[in-house]
C-alpha cells in the first residue's frame, strides 16, 4: 500500500531500475566486483533492520488495537485480515495453475557468471525475522490485556526511533540496493531473457485485483442485501485518483466523497471504514506481492515454494499487512522479513520483488481503496443492517 509521499520513492526506484539496468550491459569485471560488494553491504543493512522494524511497528499497532477495542473495530480489523489473507491465497492458486504455463527459462547456465566481492562485510540481525514476529505479538497482546502503560509508552517511543530509522535509512538505500541488483540482473543476461514475464506479471496480477474486486462486493451484496453497483459504481474517480497519486492517504478525501454519494451506505458506516480501511486493508498489495513471489521464486530459484510454505507466507503476509502498513515503500518493504525467513529469497530476489512490485504498485493502491468499499458495504450489512447507526446517505433506501 502506498503512502503519502511514496511517489517520489517510486520514482527513485524507477530510476535506480533503469540506471542500474543500463549501467549492468556496458560495465565490465571491475567495476562490477565493486559493485556485488556495495550490493551486498546495502543488503545486509536491510536484513539487519527488518526484524527492528518488525517489532518495532507490529506491537505498537497491536497495543493500540487493544486501547480502542470494541466490536465494531475488531470485526472491522478481522474482515480486512480476511480479505487480505483471502486476496493472497486466491494469487497463490492462481499462480500455481498459471506460472508454470509461462515461457519461464529456469536454466542457469547460460547466465554469466557474477564476479566475487572485493570486500566483504556481514552484519548479522539481531534475531531471526520469526523470533521478531512472535515476540511482537506476544508483547504487543500482553501489554494491551494487561493495561501497562509504562511498556505501552515505550514501544509507542520505540515506534518513532524505528519510524526515523526507516525514513533515514532504509528508504534512501532502496534505490541503490535495487539499481545493484538490477546491474547484476543485466550483467548476467537473466534481465534481457525474463523482460516478457515481467510485463506479463504486472498485466496478469492487474487482472487479479479487478476479479478479487469483484468477489468482495458480491459477498457485500449478499451480506447487506443490498445492490454493490450502487457503491463501486461510485469509486470510479477513488480508483482513478489512486492511480495517479500512488498513495492512500492522498486519495482519502476523494475515497470518502465517492463513499458518501452511495445511497446505500450509512455516514457512519462510511466515515468510521473508510479510513480504517485506508489503513488495514491492503487486499490489492498483497495479491499482487503472492503472484511475484511465486514467479520470482521460479525465475530466480528455477522452482515454485511448496505449497505448505506458500500457505504460511500468505498467513503471515495477511498480519504484516494489517499491523504494519506505515512502512514507506509499501507492503512488500514492510514484509521483507517473511519474503527472507519463510521463501528464502536471497540479496537478488528481494531487489526483484522491490523493483516489480513497484511496477504496478498505483494499481494495487486503487485496488486497496476500491475494496474498501465493499467492506464498508459488509459492515453495514451487519451492524447496520435496519438503520439503527444512522440512514442511508441519500434516503436511498435498501435495495436487494
Not at 104 to 132: N, Y
Not at 339 to 348: E, I, P, S, W
Amino acid at each position: 500500500m502506498a503512502k503519502l509521499g511514496e511517489m517520489s520513492l517510486i520514482i527513485k526506484l524507477l530510476a535506480g531500475l533503469i540506471l542500474g539496468a543500463l549501467l549492468g550491459f556496458v560495465v565490465n569485471d571491475a567495476i562490477m566486483n565493486v559493485a556485488v560488494s556495495i550490493r551486498h553491504i546495502l543488503g545486509q543493512i536491510i536484513f539487519f533492520l527488518v526484524p527492528l522494524v518488525i517489532v518495532g511497528y507490529i506491537t505498537p499497532a497491536i497495543i493500540r488495537l487493544g486501547e480502542k477495542a470494541s466490536k465494531i473495530l475488531i470485526f472491522a480489523v478481522a474482515l480486512a485480515y480476511c480479505s487480505s489473507v483471502g486476496a493472497a491465497l486466491f494469487s497463490m492458486f492462481s499462480g500455481y495453475a498459471i506460472i508454470p504455463h509461462l515461457s519461464i527459462a529456469t536454466e542457469t547456465e547460460t547466465l554469466r557468471k557474477l564476479p566475487e566481492m572485493v570486500f566483504r562485510l556481514d552484519i548479522p540481525p539481531l534475531f531471526p525475522v520469526m523470533s521478531a514476529l512472535i515476540t511482537a505479538l506476544f508483547l504487543g497482546l500482553a501489554i494491551a490485556w494487561t493495561k501497562t502503560r509504562t511498556l505501552a509508552d515505550l514501544f509507542m517511543e520505540f515506534e518513532k526511533v524505528i519510524s526515523w530509522l526507516v525514513i533515514r535509512i532504509l528508504i534512501p538505500i532502496l534505490p541503490f540496493f535495487v539499481g545493484l541488483c538490477f546491474m547484476g540482473l543485466a550483467y548476467e543476461g537473466s534481465l534481457t531473457k525474463h523482460l516478457p514475464i515481467f510485463v506479463t506479471m504486472v498485466v496478469l496480477v492487474i487482472c487479479g485485483q479487478f476479479i478479487w474486486l469483484a468477489v468482495l462486493y458480491g459477498i457485500g451484496g449478499i451480506v447487506s442485501g443490498r445492490n454493490p453497483s450502487r457503491v463501486f459504481r461510485f469509486y470510479v474517480p477513488a480508483y482513478l485518483t489512486a492511480v495517479g497519486t500512488m498513495s492512500s492517504a492522498a486519495t482519502l478525501p476523494v475515497a470518502l466523497e465517492c463513499a458518501r454519494k452511495s445511497p446505500v451506505l450509512s455516514r457512519t458506516m462510511v466515515e468510521f471504514m473508510v479510513p480504517l480501511g485506508a489503513t488495514v486493508h491492503l487486499c490489492g498489495s498483497v495479491l499482487t506481492e503472492t503472484f511475484f513471489v511465486m514467479t520470482i521464486s521460479l525465475i530466480m530459484y528455477g522452482t515454485l515454494p511448496s505449497f505448505g510454505t506458500m500457505v504460511l507466507f500468505c498467513i503471515l503476509l495477511g498480519i504484516f499487512a494489517v499491523g504494519a502498513p506505515g512502512v514507506p515503500g509499501g507492503t512488500v518493504v514492510a514484509s521483507l522479513g517473511i519474503v527472507t525467513g519463510v521463501l528464502g529469497f536471497d540479496q537478488a530476489g528481494v531487489g526483484l520483488l522491490i523493483a516489480i512490485f513497484a511496477l504496478q504498485d498505483s494499481f494495487g493502491t486503487a485496488c486497496n481503496v476500491t475494496g474498501d468499499g465493499a467492506l464498508t458495504l459488509i459492515l453495514d450489512g451487519v451492524f447496520n443492517r435496519n438503520g439503527q447507526l444512522g440512514p442511508m446517505q441519500n434516503s436511498g433506501g435498501i435495495e436487494a
